[in-house]
């Protein structure tokens, strides 16, 4: 029974109720709920007596409002932990809404939730919606939050609180209400508001995902009350959705393009180097022409998918930083750090990479927007030519500058550079593949022949990587050439971002119906391993490979570089840092959750079967895992 027939039965039958029941709308909730502009709900009157006498019941409430709000916002998703601070918008998501556009999606952590709205983001190119439970729910979601900051990834975040204090429940309720809500993620989130009324939710939830959806994209969030959630509405008063105007990217002055241009026509050793760079698939297609028609080397350090691993101008970033006396960075986190070198020994040094007057041109929105206190926007870099824009809306203006600034001079000496690149990318391809050849046939196995026997079964399928990269063996050997095939990575390098992340990415892939595939490191998995659950309970196929090496590794390495430099020997630099004694069984621990899964894998001629059977599961639907025990690296 649906809860307006509920309510109409329950009135009708009880004589306690002095007041009638309020008519059942005669719309279907399909009807009903159809995402518009045009609101069907109406304001909540001050002090408005609810609609029976002891203020049990309502017809509608505020949150049925706020879900109007978010179908017109577009929202596929709502991943959340549940919690009381919005049990008003969790039900009327649920059955006002139909649980549709947006679905609610059960999460067991709300890292999970958050993390889960990062992956799925990058791949949709917008956001899903978050809700958190006051004070609790949002300290458990903020590494997730501060991951997809440093990200600059949009996630929608409803942050459910109980503002008023003689609404509170005794108890509990009092522990997880707090002031000033959002205090403790402002410093990296982009915005927030805490509105006061339905008519300032709507406005905010639509401004907040304006900004959300702004170059720099980053977190957004939204403080609702739970009382003006669970309020009854008045049957008269109207309130209007404000429409939703994403702006343009910000393109790039044309005089700094116009000189960018000359300074990349004139050179003989341009390079290109790529980060954040794409945020749409049009961005490789730019790339890619940009980078042909100077056949300039391409350096993708893997933020974003910007450009095909096997095309010929791919290079690698030692050499063609060496070599070059032009270098434009796109959406750079660290355009010092392409350029310099660090090394981390007892007296800390560094020291400049590239050859004296080499000319720095840097494309970024991060010049945009900048917080001081969270320090991740990296050394300062000297460029001689800083565009304040988003960098791929500047590339197609940047495209034609070049070639009306082409001469054919300039043509014969960019096709003689490029067949010179090309030579250089199929042997370091070539070179690539001898050294996965290393310890092929190793016990725990090598991280090599990991990705050679994933990539052996998934490479006729349609498919994507959406986490690891089997220290970096795959983006080594497979062939990465459309722009949904790679997301990036965390942003923040926050553990326990890959297992949720790769399921919230997956479940964007599942109505494309793509091979979504993870490569699953161990430590990351045990922060939050409840999202195999959520995976298994919403059938969202996923394949994971566990890059299982028993330790936190690069931690590890921290430890034992300090025993090295006490002279106290490594051997005892494992403790603390290992997942041993016992060893942790991710099968079973998938199982348990529902999930397929074959493992411990030691010998390496069991890998590519146990892949090969996974892949089956996945593509009829759900999600599978494959425990594999590894080399460190």
Known sequence: MNRRGFLKRTAAASAALAAPAVPVDAQSASQRTAASTTPIMSAVAENANPPDADGLTADRTGSDFMVDVLKSLGLDYICANPGSSFRGLHESVINYGSNSQPELITCCHEESSVAMGHGYAKVEGKPIGVFAHGTVGLQHAAMAIYNAWCDRVPVYIMLGNQLDATMRRPGAEWAHSV?????????????????????????????????????????????????MQEHALAGDAKIAIPKLAVPSAPQGDSG????????????????????????????????????????????????????????????????????????????????????????????????????????????????????????????????????????????????????????????????????????????????SRLEASYAWDASPVSTARLSAEMWAQIKNEDWALVNGTGGGWARRLWNFDKPYQWIGGSGGAGVGYGAPAAVGAALAHKK???????????????????????????????????????????????????????????????????????????????????VYAEGPIIDPKDLGPAIARAVAIVKRGEPALVDVVCQPR
């Open 512 to 594: 494309h119906g793509r091979l979504a595939v993870n490569i699953q490191n161990d430590g990351d998995l045990m922060y939050a391993p409840g999202v195999l659950w959520t995976a298994a309970h919403h059938r969202i196929p996923l394949l994971s490979v566990m890059h299982n090496n028993r330790a936190y590794h690069q931690e590890l390495m921290h430890v034992q570089k300090m025993c090295n430099r006490h002279s106290r020997g490594v051997d005892r630099g494992r403790i603390g840092s290992e997942l041993v004694d016992p060893p942790i069984d991710y099968a079973k621990v998938a199982q348990g959750l529902g």
């Open 179 to 227: 002031q000033d809500a959002a205090a403790m993620v402002r410093d990296y989130t982009k915005w927030d508001d805490t509105p006061m009324s339905l008519p300032h939710f709507a406005e905010s939830a639509v401004r907040a995902y304006k900004i959300a959806l702004t170059p720099p994209m980053a977190p957004v969030v939204l403080v609702v009350n739970s009382e």
């Open 256 to 431: 700094a393009v116009a000189e960018a241009a000359r300074l990349l026509v004139a050179a003989e050793h341009p390079v290109i180097v790529a980060d954040r760079f794409a945020r749409t698939p049009a961005a490789m297609k730019h790339l890619v022409e940009l980078a042909e028609t100077l056949q300039a080397a391409v350096i993708d350090q893997g933020g974003r998918m910007n450009f095909p691993t096997r095309h010929p101008l791919n290079q690698s970033q030692a050499r063609a930083i060496a070599d070059a006396d032009v270098i434009l960075g796109l959406e750079l986190s660290d355009f010092w750090g392409v350029v310099n070198s660090y090394r981390d020994q007892l007296n800390r040094t560094t020291r400049s990479v590239t050859r004296p007057g080499t000319k720095l041109i840097s494309i970024t929105s991060g010049d945009l927007y900048v917080k001081s206190n969270y320090q991740d926007f990296q050394r300062y870099a000297e460029v001689d030519l800083a565009i304040a824009a988003d960098a791929e809306a500047t590339l197609p203006p940047l495209i034609e500058a070049v070639k009306r600034q082409m001469t054919g001079d300039r043509k014969r000496v960019f096709e003689s550079r490029g067949a010179k690149l090309a030579e250089a990318g199929s042997a370091a391809f070539d070179r």
